[in-house]
């Protein structure tokens, strides 16, 4: 396993040691010849190691295409089947009403949902391999850090609720994802690409008042202005640029946030590997926010 540290991957091992499955998760240097050596003696190799946020969008393409391409070409000339774990980005926006199908054509808006799509090409284009591609919704859970800023600011007393009105999102809590991976694990499907999300869609409202009623119930939600969210992007662009590290909110933020909606279809997910997102938003959340406050995160 490629990206074992991560909030996915720590999930992952956790539920399959406890499954009895032993885990050999990759470190660095992800290079060929580690990964090489690695893949000698697995059954399977789940790639989840990727570069979310950036300031470059030439660091995307490190990461998220070339090191997808060195795991592809290691697990192909091992013959052991690749998991790869892409993201909704690489298929790009869709609103509730025709929410996306793993067969329309992907349109990402973003630099990282640009280079999800030209690593799922890679595999796609790499003969003799044996994959599947998974494409996670937004995932939150236990163990997350980029929800954890909205449930500090629901203990503060306040809440965001920005993006544009009437957008919706697909959502899967980590737990289900896990089972989808497991599952992949043990499908003997090949070749084949298949979202994995909740079916059923959240607005920003939904999942603000969800952080607002797990966080106790007491925070205000306002109401922010594209406009304002505009010209607080353009100034997170700026800082970005000069910290050398992206922005909470920036140009990209700004992208997905005015997009109208990223929903997708999960009936293949159901129909391919058995699995159905059983744990729904506000249960969700509540469960995080304990997990958070049993860190001592909150």
């Known amino acids: 396993m490629t990206g074992a540290t991560g909030f996915i991957g720590r999930n992952l091992v956790a539920d399959l040691v406890a499954r009895g499955v032993e885990v050999v998760a990759v470190g660095r240097p992800l290079d060929r010849a580690s990964l090489a050596n690695a893949f000698t003696s697995v059954d399977a190799v789940v790639h989840l190691a990727g570069l979310v946020s950036a300031v470059r969008e030439q660091d995307f393409s490190t990461v998220n295409v ?6 592809a070409e290691a697990a192909r000339a091992s013959g052991v089947r690749l998991i790869h774990v892409s993201s909704l ?3 790009g926006p869709a609103p509730a009403s025709a ?6 054509p992907p349109a990402p808006v973003t630099a990282y949902g640009r280079s999800k799509l030209e690593g799922e090409r ?5 003969p003799d391999l044996r994959w599947m591609i998974l494409r996670p919704a937004i995932v939150y859970g236990p163990g997350d850090r980029a929800m954890l800023p909205l449930f500090r600011l629901a203990s503060w007393g306040v809440l965001p609720l920005v ?12 737990a289900d994802l896990i089972r ?3 599952a992949a694990l043990d499908s003997s499907v090949d070749r084949e690409t298949i979202f994995a999300g909740h079916p059923h869609p959240a607005s920003a409202r939904d999942i603000v008042e969800g952080v607002r009623a ?7 939600i306002l109401t922010v202005p594209m406009a304002l969210t505009r010209i607080a992007a353009f100034a997170g662009d700026i800082g970005g640029a000069i910290a050398g590290r992206p922005l ?3 140009g990209t933020r700004y992208t997905e946030l005015s997009a109208e909606g990223f929903v997708c279809r999960v009936d293949r997910l159901r129909d391919y590997l058995g699995v159905v997102a059983e744990v729904d938003l506000r249960e969700g959340l509540a469960r995080t926010a304990a997990w958070y406050r049993e860190q001592g995160w909150l």
């Open 89 to 91: 980005a690489a298929a």
């Open 248 to 250: 909470p909110i920036n």
């Open 99 to 104: 929410p996306r199908s793993e067969d329309d």
């Open 214 to 220: 797990a966080a106790g119930g007491a925070a205000r």
């Open 163 to 174: 993006g544009r009105p009437g957008a919706a999102y697909t959502i899967i809590y980590v």
């Open 66 to 71: 070339e090191l997808t391409r060195a795991v």
């Open 180 to 182: 989808a991976l497991v």
């Open 122 to 126: 890679l595999l796609a284009a790499t």
